[in-house]
């Protein structure tokens, strides 16, 4: 029974080059959340997505940044002319519900480095 | 919006002692979810306990316990019989149980540097 697989676990990028950071929830689980932990701090909400909808993006940059859940497939996190600040680990967690408790539970992170 | 505050950067144990994390957080919501995650170096999050603020009994998980205090909004995590494994950083986080969108995010504190000395 597969976690949450977070794709790639690091990735280097050149300023304003795109990353593109991949998550399959675990199995069952249709609710998504990106979270966004900058060095020596806690982690920071980023987004909340369902399968094609866009739920809560009230942490995300204004610009920049978007994700989507697509019907198939992973969803993506996408930081487009990335900076130095975006250097940090991003997180993917799912649930089976948005609310009513169900733990969230978390992948391994991806690591990105911007150069 | 609600605040999780960790007003201790770093901690440290006696391997077999008792250690004591403390957090306190601030909502204006009476129903919600709290929650102590630990981040080891491999740095995934692993969820340690879980307490519903409804339930008056205080979660307990083997050598994991925690003090919910609700009046005092104050959620502290003891761990009992320390092992050198619980060496990471621990996250304490809010949850809201109400609504779609407000139910659904965690809030964390900024967490605490565990060590743990043989």
């Known amino acids: 029974n597969a976690g949450v697989m977070q794709n790639p676990r690091h990735l280097v990028r050149r300023r304003g080059q795109e990353a593109r950071l991949r998550c399959s929830p675990m199995?069952?689980?249709?609710?998504v959340y990106w979270y966004r932990q900058l060095p020596e701090e806690g982690l920071k909400f980023m987004v909340y997505?369902?399968?094609?909808?866009?739920?809560?993006e009230s942490g995300m940059p204004k610009e920049r940044f978007s994700a989507e859940f697509p019907k198939e497939g992973p969803s993506i996190l996408r930081i487009q002319q990335v900076v130095r600040g975006d250097s940090a680990a991003y997180f993917c967690?799912?649930?089976?519900?948005?609310?009513?408790?169900?733990?969230?539970?978390f992948g391994e992170g991806s690591w990105l480095t911007v150069v | 919006a609600q605040t999780v505050t960790q007003s201790q950067p770093e901690m440290s144990v006696q391997e077999a002692e008792t250690v004591t994390l403390s957090c306190t957080y601030d909502?204006?919501?009476?129903?919600?979810?709290l929650f102590w995650y630990k981040q080891p170096p491999s740095r995934q999050m692993i969820l340690v306990i879980r307490?519903?603020?409804?339930?008056?009994q205080n979660a307990t998980e083997n050598r994991f316990s925690v003090n919910f205090q609700k009046a005092a909004k104050s959620f502290s995590l003891k761990i009992s019989d320390s092992q050198l494994g619980d060496a990471a950083m621990y996250f304490c986080?809010?949850?809201?149980?109400?609504?779609?969108?407000?139910?659904?995010?965690?809030?964390f504190g900024e967490g605490t540097q565990l060590t743990v000395n043989p």
């Open positions: 967690a799912s649930s089976q519900q948005g609310a009513s408790g169900n733990t969230i539970y």
């Open positions: 199995k069952g689980h249709s609710h």
């Open positions: 997505l369902q399968k094609e909808n866009i739920i809560d």
């Open positions: 909502t204006s919501e009476s129903d919600y979810y």
């Open positions: 307490q519903e603020a409804y339930k008056q």
């Open positions: 986080a809010y949850r809201s149980r109400l609504g779609e969108t407000s139910g659904s995010r965690l809030t």
